[in-house]
């Protein structure tokens, strides 16, 4: 049975914005915020300890909390998955979408889209920023009648959100079979099959060239070393909408991806998170 790790950790000072956006370089699967202290989720348990001291340490050492406690506690998967669900709530990431968990209850307004995800884990519970901006950009660009692909799709809730959004099909692609297992889980939760499919792929094995707006929220290492395949899956004229990007990464995104053919054409930013939309010339 697969095995989790949830860490918890106390800061101070505490600021839960700054803190969460840096521990976010240590890759877990989540990050949930709660009163005074912060909980990440990781699948990999190698070195999990040594690994946030270290990062903490550093943290302290550049002054950016003045002292830090941490714990962690291991799960077997279906006790992680009830110490999960404790900290997940409704979330509304824009005037018009909602996102929420099929166990919490919530009366739309007008005009909304709840989207329900149940996320296992998997990244893509409208917590973090980079989600946040993904989304709200797809609301921006989405049209109807568009094909859309979601590489790392995570969740799923970008892929069923473009379809809920007005897209025609959208294909969410993932190299992790946990997170494949759950997107396609969530079809289900909203009622889209047959205009949302997931594949467990890497961006690689795509024969398909005709996207009209791609989506990749992903870290910016893994965004470089895809340009080149990020940039043939789509159209012409076509979106390639990014974020998993700090603003201190825009200069080396834009000119990688420039030299590829595109060129920027909107950017939004929340804090220190950015999302970036570029256009195939």
Same mark, same amino acid.
């Given at each position: 049975m697969k095995s989790f790790c949830e860490v918890t950790v106390e800061s101070d000072p505490f600021n839960a914005e700054v803190l %969460?956006?840096?521990?976010?370089? #240590? @890759?877990?699967?989540?990050?949930?915020? !709660? &009163?005074? %202290?912060?909980?990440?989720s990781f699948d990999q348990l190698d070195n999990?300890? =040594?690994?946030?001291? +270290?990062f903490l340490e550093h943290l302290k050492e550049n002054k950016i909390i003045d002292s830090y406690e941490y714990s962690l506690n291991e799960f077997e998967e279906k006790n992680w998955n009830e110490e999960w669900e404790k900290n997940l709530k409704v979330i509304k990431v824009t005037d018009k979408i909602v996102i929420k968990p099929s166990f919490r209850e919530y009366s739309p307004a007008e005009g909304e889209?709840?989207?329900?995800?149940?996320?296992?884990? =998997?990244?893509?519970?409208?917590?973090?920023? +980079?989600?946040?901006?993904?989304?709200? !950009? /797809?609301?921006?660009?989405?049209? $109807?009648?568009?094909k859309v692909l979601d590489v790392g799709t995570g969740t799923g809730v970008l892929a069923i959100a473009s379809v809920m959004l007005?897209?025609?099909?959208?294909?969410?692609? &993932?190299? &992790?079979?946990? /997170?494949?297992? @759950?997107?396609?889980?969530?079809?289900?939760? @909203?009622?889209?099959?047959?205009?949302?499919?997931?594949?467990l792929a890497e961006i690689s094995n795509i024969v398909e060239h005709d996207? &009209?707006? !791609? #989506?990749? @929220?992903?870290?910016?290492?893994?965004?470089?070393?895809?340009?080149?395949?990020? *940039?043939?899956?789509? $159209? *012409?004229?076509?979106?390639?909408? #990014? =974020?998993?990007?700090? =603003?201190?990464?825009e200069v080396d995104i834009c000119d990688c991806y420039t030299k590829l053919g595109l060129s920027l054409s909107d950017k939004m930013?929340?804090?220190?998170?950015?999302?970036?939309?570029?256009?195939k010339n």
């Open positions: %969460s956006g840096l521990l976010w370089e #240590l @890759n877990p699967l989540g990050i949930v915020e !709660l &009163d005074n %202290s912060l909980v990440l999990i300890d =040594s690994r946030v001291k +270290t889209i709840v989207i329900t995800i149940d996320p296992k884990m =998997s990244f893509g519970t409208g917590e973090h920023q +980079t989600t946040k901006l993904m989304l709200a !950009l /797809c609301e921006m660009y989405i049209e $109807k009648k568009t007005g897209a025609n099909y959208a294909l969410g692609i &993932d190299n &992790d079979e946990w /997170c494949y297992e @759950n997107a396609v889980e969530n079809i289900d939760q @909203n009622h889209v099959p047959g205009k949302v499919e997931f594949r996207f &009209d707006i !791609l #989506l990749a @929220n992903i870290q910016k290492d893994v965004l470089l070393l895809i340009a080149k395949d990020i *940039v043939e899956k789509v $159209k *012409v004229g076509g979106k390639v909408i #990014l =974020s998993g990007l700090l =603003s201190t990464d930013q929340l804090e220190e998170w950015i999302g970036l939309v570029l256009t």
